[in-house]
């Protein structure tokens, strides 16, 4: 009985723990994403051809993908 009680505490607390740790992740996942795409330094304003695009990898220097000039922020 004492040990039905150990395995099922122990089953029930490891069960919280994942969901816990799997609601994190999704949670910071989806901060993540939505950083990704509001962030304005990841966007970038081509002055050759005024084209606008997003680059993330990145943060000074960025070749548009349209007319393959080098724009600086
Ligand atoms: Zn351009």
């Keep these: 009985m004492i ?3 150990f395995y ?3 089953g029930f607390f490891l069960c919280v723990l994942i969901a816990m ?3 994190a992740w999704i ?3 989806k901060g993540k994403d939505k950083d990704l795409t509001l ?3 990841f966007i970038w304003f081509c ?3 005024t084209h606008t695009y ?3 990898r990145e943060e ?4 548009c993908p349209r007319c393959g000039s080098y724009n600086k922020k």
């Design 39 to 41: 962030d304005p330094k």
């Design 3 to 5: 040990n039905l009680n």
């Design 8 to 10: 099922f505490t122990i």
């Design 54 to 56: 997003i680059n993330t």
């Design 60 to 63: 000074t220097i960025s070749v």
């Design 47 to 49: 002055s050759i051809c």
């Design 21 to 23: 740790i799997l609601y």
């Design 27 to 29: 949670f910071s996942r």
